[in-house]
């Protein structure tokens, strides 16, 4: 069996025992070199369609990803091709890095994020885990989510009424068309009401806030205060918008080192399942180092999800990466040559810890 891989998968040893593997550019991968292979992995730079795998051997298709707006699913059904992606995979890291973002914006505001209220646009597995943890951080939370609602779920918002919140973050699939399409969700209108003392965080992807809208109302000093992980156009990252957000980042809030390999691990398994071969044991895990807390006030709490990844690294490196002889190429390469980045998971803790922040420091520990 032959499987090909995005250059981006670590963990890819369990599939040395299924075939033979090798590792391509996910964003330059062509059609000819998928010819003989029977499986093709991926993430989330590479459109898998029927100009990719028609006429090839490819049996089954996986994304290491949550979001999958870059699969033709319809097309790889009526070919019989399987396909599986890793929904979840790295909401953990997401997480931390939209709180560490509240905190950041919250620090430029000159206020605390105690008591304000968090809006959350979409409540899957990402979304879901951000409500819960900014509710310990002690904000109060609306969310919308259209597809929650019509299965009954009691106390949610329309998105009108989530944007009033003081933080706006967005956890939503990329979808074009139907009455829940995501494309441009936040277009002209909706962040032209939008307030100067609000914020935005956009984590889910680049298109379903409006970039030339949103360009243009920061650049009159109007709008909330942003940050973009993701933008419209990516590869290409506009400098103008880049310099009027607070920070920007290129597209990898999720990008742990434990998400990555969660990624890889649920594509092995659901390959295992569709071969209907048993997985190989999984390593025994090692000690975790330890990180020394203490936390006792915002500050603390911000230093202790910077130690572990400071946002403001990511900002200044895309900054960098803007000034290259070709932008788009560089955006890439920051994502190739992603430092490790471990979820706060990684260490245990140690230190006084002000009961104050006892919620919010339960979660970030633990595994699960």
Not at 58 to 84: E, K, Y
Not at 187 to 198: C, F, H, P, V
Not at 235 to 249: D, F, K, M, N
Not at 255 to 270: D, F, I, P, R, W
Request: proline fraction near 5%.
């Amino acid at each position: 069996m032959k499987i090909i891989a995005d250059a981006n998968m670590p963990g890819l040893e369990p599939f040395e025992a299924l075939g033979r593997v090798e590792q391509h550019e996910g964003r330059r991968l062509r059609r000819e070199q998928l010819v003989d292979a029977d499986v093709l992995l991926v993430r989330s730079v590479t459109r898998v369609d029927q100009a990719l795998l028609s006429d090839t051997r490819v049996r089954f298709v996986g994304s290491a990803t949550i979001g999958t707006d870059h699969i033709d699913q319809a097309w790889l059904a009526s070919q019989g091709i399987m396909f599986a992606h890793a929904p979840g995979c790295n909401a953990r890291a997401v997480a931390e890095y939209v709180l560490q973002s509240v905190l950041l914006l919250c620090k430029k505001r000159q206020c605390s994020p105690v008591g304000l209220s968090a809006g959350i646009v979409g409540m899957g597995n990402v979304g879901g885990r951000v409500v819960d943890w900014l509710r310990a951080l002690g904000m109060t939370i609306r969310v919308c989510d259209p597809l929650l609602a019509r299965k009954g779920v009691a106390g949610l918002g329309t998105i009108d009424e989530v944007l009033e919140c003081d933080v706006v973050t967005l956890h939503v699939p990329l979808t074009e068309a139907g009455e829940d399409a995501t494309v441009h969700l936040l277009d002209s209108k909706r962040l032209r009401a939008m307030r100067n003392n609000q914020m935005l965080i956009n984590t889910c992807r680049g298109a379903v806030v409006d970039n030339q809208a949103l360009l243009a109302l920061l650049e009159q000093g109007k709008g909330p205060m942003t940050i973009l992980d993701v933008w419209e156009s990516e590869p290409v990252v506009p400098e103008a918008l880049y310099r009027q957000v607070q920070y920007g980042s290129p597209h990898i809030a999720g990008y742990s080192v434990e998400g990555k390999l969660k990624g890889t691990e649920m594509l092995h398994g659901a390959l295992c399942d569709w071969l209907q071969v048993a997985p190989a044991a999984r390593a025994n895990v090692l000690s975790k180092p330890f990180m020394d807390l203490p936390v006792s006030s915002e500050d603390d709490l911000l230093s202790l999800l910077q130690a572990a990844y400071d946002l403001r690294e990511d900002h200044r490196r895309l900054g960098d990466s803007l000034e290259q002889a070709d932008p788009a190429a560089a955006f890439d390469r920051l994502r190739k040559d992603y430092p490790l980045r471990h979820e706060l998971h990684h260490w245990q803790p140690r230190g006084a810890v002000d009961p104050q922040w006892q919620p919010i420091l339960s979660r970030l520990f633990v595994t699960a």
